[in-house]
């Protein structure tokens, strides 16, 4: 067995930067979140893969993007040959738990409740889990009736009836017990997803509370992608409106930093050089651009998250690294933490080097895709095949079926002005196109064809008829792929096809 160390990777469902204090918004009391940041790095500008739960988290904890993993949307499983950090891990003889909602086996939004391969099922728990924990009234009181605070207070909710407070007991069960030796511990945290479910006094810190949105919450939407119009109009949500009150979501949100302090204290006294790796699978727009939740659009509020790593002696204290990152990157960094190799189907790259010193970027693009929400019904548009790439000051969003969206952050961090067709933006453009274009040829995505380059704005572009022949890369688990030309195995990953 290589090296190998402890690594704690704890993760929250639906919280971007704009609610978490050590990004700008201290009024959010997430106190535990912050000092996680002061003892090691914040990453300012990291990204998810795609902003809806399973296809996030596919690429979290597979390494390769959601078109490459087979999670085009919620409720689909991954691809049989696509295999997890878990799989990988615990093929080379290390130890790898996951606690909390996985939504990666393709069942329903609970799970199924069954241990997937690569993790120890002594101690796996999903949401299917939880809810079996619980008598049909008190589901059916979850899931309809604690919605309020007064809803709260009436059923004296308590923090041990929380999905939260049992996944950190399990968390904290897990590192007492295995404190001497390596491992990867996951702790997913549903929560401050809907229903945002937390004992009273948490609602009640925030009852009065009014939430200040930014300029974009009066988006006219002008000149950008029309389903976010149709979106905007079919929630209902029109501009105006400077500030919001959500006790629910706002005190779920300090909820769950209380919950993540629990299991941080656990890692203080039993594994304190683990590396602690903090994150989110995407954010919830609130009110900006008038859209209401995640979905088919790459603003900030939705597609950048906190991303917070702590390893004593390895990671400065109170350093902030403020280049593009991607979740992807999260497997890749596993591995090479653990001495292995990432295999060439990984398409995420290994943040090690940046943990080192915040001012060595793993890359200058980091990539973002969209194609359904879920496959279980048609909200959201239904099908919007998007592909968007930022370099850490441009964004260009291409989006298939609609308008196409280039901002700069710099001059624009609200996102109202789209430059797609400014003359002065061409140049940045079009290099942010051509990186699009080649990274969907490079990671084989199977949505990738010719409308991608023909855009109303660019049409001099044209793929060729007749590409190269592009074998599976190797991934550690299958036979090595075979030439349909010749039958025997190939000797590398593009063979032009003259």
């Known amino acids: 067995m290589p090296d190998a160390t402890q690594i704690v990777l704890i993760m929250t469902d639906t919280q971007g930067v704009n609610v978490v204090g050590c990004y700008g918004r201290p009024e959010m009391r997430t106190p535990r979140i912050d000092r996680l940041a002061e003892q090691g790095m914040r990453f300012d500008r990291a990204y998810t893969a795609c902003p809806v739960c399973s296809p996030a988290r596919s690429a979290i904890f597979t390494g390769t993007y959601p078109h490459t993993n087979g999670i085009w949307g919620n409720c689909m499983p991954l691809n049989a040959n696509v295999k997890t950090v878990g799989q990988r891990l615990q093929d080379h003889g290390m130890h790898a738990a996951y606690i909390g ?57 308590t923090e041990e009836f929380t999905m939260a407070h049992r996944c950190s007991d399990r968390a904290i069960a897990f590192l007492s017990k295995h404190k001497e030796s390596a491992f990867l511990l996951v702790v997913s945290y549903d929560e401050p997803h809907d229903p945002s479910t937390c004992p009273p006094e948490y609602c009640d810190m925030f009852e009065d509370f009014e939430y200040v949105l930014g300029e974009n919450a009066d988006d006219p939407l002008n000149g950008k992608p029309a389903h976010h119009r149709e979106w905007a109009e079919h929630a209902k949500i029109k501009g105006g409106v400077k500030s919001i009150r959500q006790p629910m979501y706002f005190g779920c949100n300090s909820f769950v930093d209380y919950e993540i302090g629990r299991v941080l204290d656990a890692v203080d006294e039993y594994a304190p050089d683990a590396l602690v790796i903090f994150t989110s699978d995407h954010g919830a727009p609130l009110r900006a651009h008038r859209l209401p939740w995640k979905g088919a659009a790459m603003y900030e509020e939705t597609t950048r998250v906190p991303f917070i790593v702590r390893w004593r002696g390895r990671v400065a204290e109170g350093s902030v690294c403020p280049y593009p990152i991607s979740q992807v990157d999260i497997t890749p960094t596993i591995l090479t933490a653990n001495g292995l190799a990432s295999p060439p189907f990984l398409q995420g790259g290994s943040l090690l080097d940046t943990f080192a010193n915040a001012k060595i970027p793993e890359r200058d693009v980091i990539f973002m895709e969209f194609n359904r929400y879920e496959v279980d019904h048609d909200g959201h548009g239904g099908f919007q095949p998007i592909r968007g790439a930022f370099n850490g000051r441009h964004k260009l969003v291409v989006n298939l079926h609609d308008t196409d969206e280039l901002y700069d952050l710099e001059k624009d961090p609200q996102e109202m002005v789209n430059l797609i067709e400014s003359k002065d933006a061409a140049d940045v453009r079009d290099r942010l196109h051509d990186r699009i274009l080649d990274w969907m040829n490079r990671t084989r995505d199977p949505f990738r064809g010719y409308v991608w380059e023909r855009r109303p704005w660019r049409r001099e572009r044209r793929m060729q008829w007749g590409g190269p022949t592009r074998p599976r890369p190797d991934d550690g688990y299958e036979p090595r792929a075979l030439l349909y030309a010749t039958g025997l195995p190939v000797e590398k990953w593009e063979y032009r096809n003259d």
């Not at 690569?118 to 009736?145: F, H, K, T």
């Open 101 to 157: 909602k996985y939504h990666l086996d393709g069942t329903d939004y609970f799970g199924d409740g069954i241990c997937p391969p690569g993790w120890d099922a002594d101690y796996w728990y999903d949401i299917r889990n939880y809810v079996d924990e619980l008598s049909p009234g008190e589901r059916l009181r979850w899931r309809q009736e604690l919605r309020t605070p007064e809803a709260m207070r009436k059923y004296h909710v």
